[in-house]
């Protein structure tokens, strides 16, 4: 009887630690995606080949209006399809969809077939010199694109444009940051 008792116990207590890891897993996941900033269909159905990650700058002063519509306004006067990044991160750290990421995007030359290309408003001072103006909440949202892309699609390399152009885009050293 005692040892019943014993049984009964112990399977009591392995099932109630059972449920206790199970929740717990379960609201890690709930943290997880509701955290998460792309969605993760849309990355596995890209239909292309991402190798690499490219960072760019909207070059624009902190008081100028940037947004993905003006963006797209600009590039198709540029002779673009449409907006040529497939994201743009605003000063309040949000993140706004581009170009769509199955696209090839339009955003440095020779490097768009199988990239990504990611724009934060700003870049430049109120006097026009190109700076690093990224506020807090921009840098955290690059860093977690990032991370996402990289999971979506392996530890790919992140540049900046200016490595690719003799240009000061994005205005920051993307290599000590990234690589
Ligand atoms: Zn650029």
């Not at 909440?137 to 540049?159: F, H, M, S």
Request: hydrophobic share 35%; aromatic share 8%; with cysteine.
């Amino acid at each position: 009887m005692e040892r019943k008792k014993a049984i009964l116990l112990t399977t009591g207590a392995a099932l109630l630690v059972g449920a206790c890891v199970l929740f717990y897993n379960y609201r890690k996941q709930i943290k997880y995606y509701s955290n998460v900033l792309i969605d993760r269909a849309k990355l596995k159905l890209v239909g292309r080949t991402i190798n690499k990650i490219i960072i760019h700058c909207s070059a624009t002063k902190p008081n100028q209006a940037c947004t993905v519509e003006l963006i797209d306004q600009w590039h198709r006067q540029r002779g673009f399809n449409s907006i040529g990044y497939h994201f743009v991160i605003y000063q309040d750290g949000t993140l706004h969809e581009g170009r769509a990421l199955s696209e090839i995007g339009a955003h440095c030359v020779g490097q768009n077939s199988d990239s990504i290309g990611i724009c934060y408003v700003g870049g430049l001072d109120s006097n026009g010199k190109a700076t690093d103006t990224r506020t807090e909440e921009q840098r955290e949202t690059l860093k977690k694109v990032v991370a996402e892309l990289k999971e979506a699609y392996g530890d790919i390399p992140v540049y900046g444009h200016n490595e690719f152009a003799n240009k000061a885009c994005p205005c920051f050293n993307v290599e000590s940051e990234f690589r």
